[in-house]
């Protein structure tokens, strides 16, 4: 099948394209990116007035599947990925049962096969069980078609144990990717450590408990000359320690989430348990910097860290309610109404952030729309805006912090190895 996109502005960093041109996809590759282009083709899409760039890359997901398919599953949360402008997802293992071993890898590639809407690539745990004791055969686990390693929503504690995980991941070539919490500073806190937390009456959650820990995953990474990504970034002492480390030329890089350029901890003043995230929502003071250190480029990617969960986990008192909130809807029209609409990045330093850069920190040849790239791509209405609502949502939980708030630029077509997945119209 051939589709000639028309007059669309395609933003394409991988090859520094920011221009009002066509597009024409031949199966499923680009088969040439230019003005005025005239085939024969079986369908014409006018993209004018339109952002055309790469599908986007989110390497932050939970899908649930296997184990908790009441909060998500891999066919809804591909369904809900291409509704919002994403065509590749990285999985993390924290699902019941976990990824860490090639049986449980083999059950979540049977269930991708046969159910994904999306590519969905594989993170597996670092540790068995994700209980920071024992690591798991990255080796075998590598073989079997994993990308990274990680025990997402807990720390590896043990010093010994992380050195050794970068041992091994630096000998098999994968990435790991570490969640940044000393537990033993944030143990039963639920929202920022602060005046908020204390006019609340709840336990807060100090930025410490996540610096301190970048800092000493970053000094094992240099000790070893090991390669690391830092998830979710939160607070302007992480993005400190980031900055100082990548003068040094390490292969670091790092992520956000929009709840943390979008949000404070001033929002939760009416006990939204959707803003209940981990780590926090912080303070105004540490959204500027947040949005600086994406602005500066010490912020790599941005991601979603999706993360369902049930009303039964959500609509309850804020101590009890479950940590996280899904994203996969909202993040480009978050990060197009918090970065782009007020100055902090242009188009292709956003596109840049959702595409070319987890392309290359995972390893994987998506993210361009380059001559011969698979045809990942997505046409954006800048201009629309919207109002969240949770009955619009494709997931199958409906945690978002963003219900009720006007964003801007919403996913009109999204197209997935040359075909069309998502048509909003």
């Known amino acids: 099948m051939k589709l000639l996109i028309k007059n669309g502005h395609v933003v394409d960093p991988a090859n520094k394209i920011d221009d009002i041109l066509d597009i024409l996809i031949d199966a499923n590759k680009i088969s040439l990116v230019g003005k005025d282009i005239k085939a024969s083709v079986d369908k014409t899409i006018d993209a004018t007035k339109r952002i055309v760039m790469p599908g986007i890359i989110d390497m932050h997901v939970h899908l649930r599947e296997p184990g908790r398919e009441d909060k998500e599953t891999i066919a809804s949360g591909t369904l809900a990925a291409l509704k919002g402008g994403i065509t590749s997802v990285l999985a993390m293992p924290n699902t019941q049962i976990p990824i860490d071993c090639s049986q449980n890898l083999k059950l979540l590639k049977s269930i991708i096969k046969k159910t994904s809407h999306a590519n969905v690539l ?114 302007k002492e992480s993005v400190e320690i980031i900055a100082k480390a990548k003068k040094k030329s390490l292969r670091l890089s790092a992520e956000t989430a929009p709840h943390y350029f979008s949000f404070s901890e001033e929002d939760l003043l009416g006990y939204n348990t959707n803003m209940k995230v981990n780590p926090p929502l912080r303070s105004k003071e540490d959204v500027v910097e947040i949005k600086q250190g994406l602005k500066s480029g010490v912020i790599d990617v941005i991601a979603s860290d999706h993360a369902p969960h049930t009303d039964n986990e959500k609509i309850i008192e804020f101590e009890r309610a479950e940590f996280g909130a899904i994203g996969l809807e909202t993040e480009l029209a978050a990060s197009i109404t918090e970065l782009v609409d007020q100055g902090i990045l242009n188009w292709t330093q956003l596109v840049q952030k959702f595409t070319v850069n987890p392309a290359k920190i995972l390893g994987i040849d998506r993210g361009t729309l380059g001559k011969g790239a698979i045809a990942d791509i997505i046409i954006v209405d800048t201009e629309r805006e919207w109002t969240v609502e949770s009955k619009d949502f494709l997931s199958r939980s409906k945690n978002s912090p963003f219900i009720g708030r006007r964003l801007k630029g919403i996913v009109e077509l999204t197209i997935l190895n040359g075909k069309i ?3 909003r119209c």
């Not at 006019?199 to 820990?213: A, D, F, P």
């Open 122 to 235: 594989i993170a597996a745990a670092i540790t068995k069980a994700r209980q920071g004791k024992e690591l798991t055969e990255i080796s075998q686990l590598k073989k079997e078609g994993i990308l990274a390693i990680t025990d997402d929503g807990a720390s590896v504690d043990d010093e010994r144990l992380m050195s050794e995980a970068l041992k091994q991941a630096m000998k098999h070539k994968v990435l790991v990717i570490c969640h940044c919490e000393d537990v033993s500073i944030s143990k039963d806190g639920v929202i920022n450590l602060g005046f908020i937390s204390t006019r609340l009456g709840l336990r807060g959650v100090s930025c410490e408990s996540e610096y301190r820990r970048v800092r000493r995953d970053i000094q094992l990474a240099e000790k070893l000359g090991a390669s690391i990504h830092i998830a979710h970034v939160s607070c």
């Open 421 to 423: 997945a998502y048509n």
